[in-house]
């Protein structure tokens, strides 16, 4: 039996899609699983990402395909990845959700596992709180929360350098000025949040 999940994204400088990459490929290690990966629209014009020089970073992203609100129902499991914005989600994934009313007044998300990962500009710059913060969302929809628990992810209590990783889930530190890129162990840990979301929405649709 087919597990749906859907993996749902909003990006700046291609930090967050490449931490998306790495989910997708954790939860298609499931067997049955079958992942899609989705975009939130952009609400920036394009002058102004130009003058941001975001534009030709996100159109190493450009192909995939934006989300649709009413297709969320037939996923057996959403992710979420949005970068911090002051400790927040970010504008594009807020207005996203917002329109997520329908949804709420059929439970149409009643009961699927629903996870997040971020990422933030500096080490302290708020992503668990990005995180915790989005879960309220979730639980208005009735979603189940996963994490990323220490003990599928010992890589989350390294010390030995500076990474992003918490219990409430993945996450990457992208640097002040947006140069550093998503290093392997951070990639490691959104593959096995991928994978644990997967295998968690597999048992509660199959029973295995």
Excluded at 31 to 55: C, F, N, T, W
């Amino acid at each position: 039996m087919e597990t749906k999940i859907q993996v749902i994204f909003y990006s700046t400088w291609g930090h967050i899609h490449k931490m998306a990459e790495a989910i997708v490929a954790g939860a298609s290690e499931v067997e049955g699983a079958s992942v899609e990966l989705l975009q939130v629209p952009e609400l920036i014009e394009d002058r102004v990402l130009e003058e941001m020089g975001a534009k030709a970073a996100r159109a190493a992203f450009a192909h995939v395909p934006i989300a649709q609100v009413d297709k969320m129902a037939e996923a057996d499991a959403i992710i979420f990845g949005t970068p911090t914005r002051y400790g927040n989600m970010c504008a594009q994934m807020k207005n996203f959700l917002d329109q997520t009313g329908s949804l709420w007044m059929k439970g149409a998300l009643l009961g699927k596992p629903g996870s997040v990962f971020t990422s933030t500009g500096t080490q302290h710059g708020g992503q668990e709180t990005t995180i915790t913060s989005f879960h309220t969302v979730l639980l208005h929809h009735g979603m189940v929360l996963v994490g990323l628990p220490y003990a599928i992810c010992p890589g989350i209590s390294r010390t030995d350098e500076m990474l992003g990783g918490s219990p409430y889930g993945a996450s990457t530190i992208a640097g002040s000025n947006g140069a550093r890129v998503p290093v392997e162990a951070e990639l490691e840990m959104a593959r096995i949040q991928g994978r644990h979301v997967a295998a968690i929405a597999r048992k509660l649709k199959t029973g295995d």
